[in-house]
């Protein structure tokens, strides 16, 4: 069975930065004709001049005819002139906001949304997106309910007292999130990971902690998978493509400590395709793919297209990623989708 389909976006990618960079781009590019980077690096990407270096970073180690599209790090500190600047950089597409301490890298995020609020209109009157990680950082709430937490603490004020702010939830994993999005107005979206599409914390937890499937927001529950799936392949479309896909050094992740983050853009078409199979939705991928991201940004489609078949094949135990190795979401399991190549037109 063949299947093909318009070349598809990836609105949410850690690229990283020096040497791993190529390695990443190259598994995004193979399957995606444009992807949102990611602006947490260390230290974070504060304006618009930092942000398009970190793209032009990027796009010198990317094949032709990639398009990779940039964010800024919403800080205590960014001013509504940077703000006006992005809104007027075709090349800066939003701005990112982590509550401090959050996730990897989010340390110089923010503590306190009301310190931002002309910040915030000016992002509103601009039409410049706001992507946010959806999680409180309250050490008194449980690590599986911060995202519920945080709809109701910070993302539903900041909605009401913003109405026409785009935003898009990054990474939703929960069917509250779920639920949020769907009573919202036109202005609120969501990313859906594969990961999150197909795996819950017990893929995480049960016979063993397996420290590849560990991100943020952790895995959660099936009834929330279910809600995702229903989302996703639904025919809403405020929820689109976004894997999150967040590579990090294999020691990085097998420690004591292990960071947050699945490298999923090797297998990323391959387990959504799974995901959309699994409920019948084959047909929706494209749409939640290649169509509603860029409509919701406000962005032209891709040229060409993606071919996927259904063949068996089996991911790399792991792949190079810079001087060191990374592990490949999935690694060693045999998927069910092979993306086979691309069409220019
Ligand atoms: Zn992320």
Request: proline share 6%; aromatic share 8%.
């Amino acid at each position: 069975m063949e299947l093909s389909i318009a070349t598809p976006d990836d609105w949410h990618v850690h690229f990283r930065d020096g040497r791993a960079v190529g390695d990443v781009v190259r598994e995004v590019s193979r399957q995606f004709g444009r992807a949102l980077a990611m602006p947490n690096l260390r230290p974070p990407l504060r304006t618009c001049a930092e942000a398009l270096a970190y793209r032009r970073r990027i796009l010198q180690v990317a094949p032709e005819g990639f398009e990779v599209v940039a964010t800024l790090y919403l800080t205590e500190q960014t001013t509504v002139g940077e703000i006006l600047e992005a809104a007027a950089s075709p090349s800066v597409v939003g701005v990112k906001f982590y509550p401090a301490g959050a996730t990897t890298h989010s340390e110089d995020g923010i503590s306190d949304l009301a310190t931002c609020e002309e910040v915030l209109s000016a992002m509103e009157e601009s039409g410049l997106p706001l992507l946010v990680h959806g999680e409180v950082v309250d050490d008194g709430v449980d690590i599986f309910d911060r995202e519920e937490r945080f709809l109701d603490e910070v993302l539903a004020p900041l909605v009401a007292r913003h109405p026409r702010l785009k935003v898009v939830l990054e990474h939703i994993t929960t069917r509250a999130a779920v639920d949020f999005v769907n009573a919202a107005g036109p202005s609120v979206a969501a990313t859906i990971t594969a990961h999150h599409l197909l795996h819950t914390r017990n893929d995480l937890l049960v016979g063993g902690i397996r420290p590849h499937f560990y991100c943020l927001p952790v895995l959660k529950r099936s009834q929330d998978r279910r809600a995702l799936l229903e989302a996703a392949t639904g025919e809403r479309r405020r929820f689109f493509l976004g894997t999150d896909s967040a590579p990090h050094e294999v020691g990085r992740k097998e420690s004591a400590c292990g960071c947050a983050g699945c490298y999923t853009s090797p297998v990323a078409l391959a387990l959504y395709a799974t995901a959309f199979e699994e409920n019948g939705a084959l047909d929706r991928l494209e749409d939640f793919a290649s169509r509603r991201g860029a409509d919701f940004y406000g962005l032209p489609y891709n040229g060409g297209r993606v071919r996927l078949r259904r063949e068996k094949w089996e991911v790399p135990a792991s792949m190079p990623f810079g001087a060191g190795r990374v592990i490949p979401f999935a690694a060693g399991r045999t998927l069910t989708w092979t993306v086979t190549g691309r069409d220019p037109i």
